[in-house]
C-alpha cells in the first residue's frame, strides 16, 4: 500500500484516502452509472482494508464505509475497480467497467452477520447521493452486490435496509407484498409459467435464462430478489408475494427501463 499513489477523494464526505494497488481503466472509456453495495465478510475492519488494498489479492472498491460512519476511498470513481467479480445486470457483463462500488464494514453471513449500525446506513446514504449526483445514477440502478451475481454472493444481505435508503431516493423500492398461501414455482418445474416468470426477472436486470425450467440459476436468482426486495421470507420459492413485488416493482421503472428480453 506504501508504494500506491495517493489522490483527492471525489466524495466531499471521504475522510480518508487509502489507496488500493487492485484497479484498471474502465473498458472502452466506459462511464460508471451503477452502484453496487457490498459487505466486507470478515471479521475485523483492518483485514477488510489489508485485503480491499494489499497487491496482489485482485480485490478493491472505489469506498469502504466503516461502522462508525467514516468513509474511506481507496479507488478514484474514474478507475476501474475490483469488486463484482463474475457478474451481469441488464445485459452487461463488465459490471466493474459501468459500476462504483462500495463496500460496508459488517462481518456477514459467515461471521455472525450483525444488524448494520444507524451512523454507517445514515453515511452509505450520503454517499451514495453524491455519487447518483455526480455519475447521473438512476435509483434502479443501485444495486447489491447479490443482484449482479447470485449464485455466488449473498451480501450485502437481507438486514441491508434498502426501504431506508430508498426512503433517502437511494435504490429503487416499493412496499414487498403480504405473504399469503397459494400457487407457487419452485425447483423442478417446467411450464409456460416458469418462462414468464424469468422473462419478467430478465425485464428487470436479473441474468436469468428463458427457458421454461426452474433450474438450479433460477432459483438462485428468485433468492437473490427475495434476500433484497422481499426479506421477510428467503427461500428462493416464486410464490404470490416473490411474483407480485417484482411486477409492482416492473410498473414502477420510469418509462424504457426494463431489459429488452430475447429468448435464450
Known amino acids: ?28 472509456g466506459r462511464q460508471p452509472d451503477m452502484i453496487v453495495l457490498h459487505y466486507t465478510g470478515m471479521p475485523d475492519v483492518e ?85 447518483m449526483l455526480r455519475r447521473k445514477v438512476v435509483p434502479h440502478r443501485v444495486l447489491g452486490h447479490s443482484d449482479v451475481a447470485p449464485a455466488r454472493k449473498k451480501d450485502p444481505g437481507e438486514k441491508f435496509p434498502w426501504h431506508s435508503l430508498a426512503n433517502s431516493g437511494v435504490g429503487h423500492w416499493v412496499q414487498p407484498a403480504p405473504i399469503v398461501r397459494g400457487d407457487a414455482l419452485q425447483l423442478g418445474a417446467i411450464s409456460d409459467s416458469v418462462s414468464n416468470m424469468q422473462a419478467a426477472f430478465r425485464r428487470y436486470g ?11 440459476p433460477t432459483m438462485e436468482v428468485v433468492t437473490a430478489f427475495q434476500r433484497h426486495f422481499r426479506p421477510e421470507r428467503i427461500d428462493g420459492i416464486a410464490d404470490r408475494s416473490t411474483m407480485a413485488t417484482l411486477h409492482a416493482l416492473l410498473e414502477s421503472l420510469p418509462p424504457d427501463a426494463a431489459t429488452v428480453v430475447t429468448s435464450s
Open 1 to 28: 500500500m506504501a508504494d500506491a499513489k495517493t489522490f483527492t477523494p471525489d466524495s466531499s464526505i471521504a475522510s480518508d484516502v487509502i489507496p488500493s494497488a487492485n484497479f484498471g481503466d474502465r473498458a472502452n
Open 47 to 131: 483485514g477488510a482494508i489489508t485485503q480491499l488494498c494489499t497487491a496482489g489479492t485482485e480485490v478493491s472498491a472505489h469506498y469502504i464505509v466503516l461502522e462508525d460512519g467514516r468513509i474511506v476511498q481507496c479507488v478514484p470513481e474514474s478507475k476501474r475497480a475490483w469488486h463484482a467479480g463474475v457478474s451481469a445486470w441488464a445485459g452487461d457483463d463488465d459490471i466493474n467497467s459501468c459500476s462504483i462500488g462500495v463496500e460496508i464494514v459488517n462481518r456477514g453471513h459467515d461471521w455472525g452477520y450483525p444488524d448494520f449500525p444507524l451512523r454507517q446506513i445514515a453515511a452509505v446514504i450520503a454517499l451514495c447521493r453524491g455519487i
Open 206 to 216: 436479473y441474468n436469468i435464462p428463458t427457458n421454461g425450467k426452474f433450474d438450479g
